[in-house]
């Protein structure tokens, strides 16, 4: 008798994110699903990330990469260890340690792989700073319990220590991201170089996850690579950057012109924070010149009084927290007053315009550089607000989410923190990265 079907698993619940169901993770853009996908194996790993858990039985999920129609979609998937009678449980997955022992035909790596890693360490022995390097030698650890077997190690004088592996199979994303946050732990920057490259078909799942660890580059050791790095007498890679869907380039580019940050995995182009940030700058500006020219009275962009107030309001604590006091409300009140005065439950005891906003602009002023508004007068105001509260499914809070989503969507709050790129209007002083 044929065992129950199976289904995919529906919803999870991801730490500080909330609900993700299976067909918010289907509308996500790759990056954005991408980055999430990372996070969760980062934190399965004992590295800093996000925890994601089935709804149905509280065992830990994380995104899995399956193909339709050759298009890479994402699915929540059980871990082994998961409860097998959960209804949406997926059964048994890959031992990872037998499948890389297929590819290898019980080896540790290919003799190809040997030869290009000895290819690499020519080149960056032609770096008039080169101290020395190693070729898949084990590496102790300085702030971990376990060390690496980097591909290749290398010590450059007033450049210091750098590592560089050579992918050229499947690889699986436990393993980039444990290399990954390895590295990073040890303060040593890391770059993956890719075999295969071919930007005219699918790029196998592996592939992608380092590119956008890469924050959108690809790095090739090929001939013209090897060419330039003999004439230039320095390490020079082929960069090829994403673009939507696609690859462009390649770009010779110099190993120690590229950009470094905290993560340690250089880029050449920034393809993640820039067309995020942009993206917003475009929703944003028309309300700020709309809040330039607004009469307080009357409608802001077709929203009625009350919503008009509160996006003044919002918008006046999000230019406070970027160092511009200014008060969109046009009164000559400060920013606390005007909170004060729209929030102040009156003799009446009916709410202050925007008490029926108490919430969200909690949430808000939680998630700035003006949180410390909350130990004043204005944080009373709140907490005692007694009109109805708007919940996260009303149109205000919706809008307000688009507009602000570094304070207001945690996913996009999230993920600019991961990146280092959560503007200072938005931190707050836990807003650090381990």
């Not at 790759?30 to 790993?45: F, S, V």
């Not at 790029?203 to 992608?208: A, N």
């Not at 304070?407 to 996009?412: I, K, T, Y």
């Amino acid at each position: 008798m044929a065992g129950k079907p199976k289904r995919i698993v529906e919803a999870a619940i991801i730490d500080g994110i909330g609900i993700v169901t299976a067909s918010d993770l289907l509308a996500m853009t790759e990056d954005r699903w991408g980055m999430l996908r990372d996070r969760i194996t980062d934190a399965r790993g004992g590295a800093e990330g996000l925890s994601a858990r089935c709804m149905a039985c509280n065992s830990s999920v994380y995104i899995r990469s399956a193909r339709r129609g050759g298009v890479p979609q994402p699915l929540f998937q059980h871990y082994s260890d998961s409860d097998p009678n959960c209804p949406w449980y997926n059964g048994k997955n890959s031992d990872p340690d037998k499948v890389r022992a297929s590819q290898y035909q019980g080896r540790q790596e290919s003799r190809f792989h040997r030869l290009m890693c000895e290819q690499i360490a020519e080149l960056v022995q032609l770096d008039p700073r080169y101290i020395g390097h190693t070729i898949a030698e084990y590496l102790a650890p300085t702030d971990s319990q376990h060390g690496r077997f980097p591909d290749i190690y290398v010590v450059w004088e007033d450049f210091g220590p750098f590592a560089v592996e050579f992918q050229m199979s499947g690889t699986f994303q436990t393993e980039v991201s444990a290399r990954c946050k390895h590295y990073e732990r040890e303060g040593i920057p890391l770059i993956w170089v890719l075999f295969g490259l071919d930007t005219a078909s699918s790029l196998p799942q592996s592939f992608r996850d380092v590119i956008r660890r890469h924050r959108g580059n690809a790095f090739v050791v090929d001939v013209p690579a090897i060419e330039a790095s003999r004439e230039q007498g320095t390490f020079v890679l082929s960069c090829h950057v994403s673009e939507g869907a696609d690859l462009t380039g390649p770009e010779l580019v110099r190993f120690d012109e590229l950009s470094f940050p905290r993560s340690k995995l250089p880029y050449f182009r920034d393809q993640l924070v820039g067309p995020r940030l942009w993206d917003i700058e475009q929703l944003r500006r028309p309300w700020f010149l709309a809040l330039n020219d607004w009469e307080r009275y009357s409608p802001l962009n077709g929203l009625d009084r009350d919503a008009s107030v509160l996006v003044a309001a919002a918008f006046s604590i999000v230019a406070h927290a970027n160092g511009r006091e200014e008060n969109y409300l046009k009164t000559r009140q400060n920013l606390v007053a005007m909170l004060n005065s729209q929030l102040n439950e009156g003799a009446s005891g009916r709410g202050g315009v925007i008490s029926q906003y108490a919430d969200l602009l909690e949430h808000l002023l939680r998630n700035t550089a003006m949180h410390s508004l909350l130990d004043t007068a204005v944080g009373q105001h709140l907490r005692r607000a007694t009109a109805e509260q708007k919940d996260e499914s009303s149109p205000e809070w919706r809008l307000l989410r688009k507009l602000l989503p570094e304070a207001l969507d945690p996913l996009l709050r999230d993920e600019l923190l991961y990146l280092d790129a959560l503007p200072s209007w938005a931190l707050v002083d836990c807003d650090t990265m381990n």
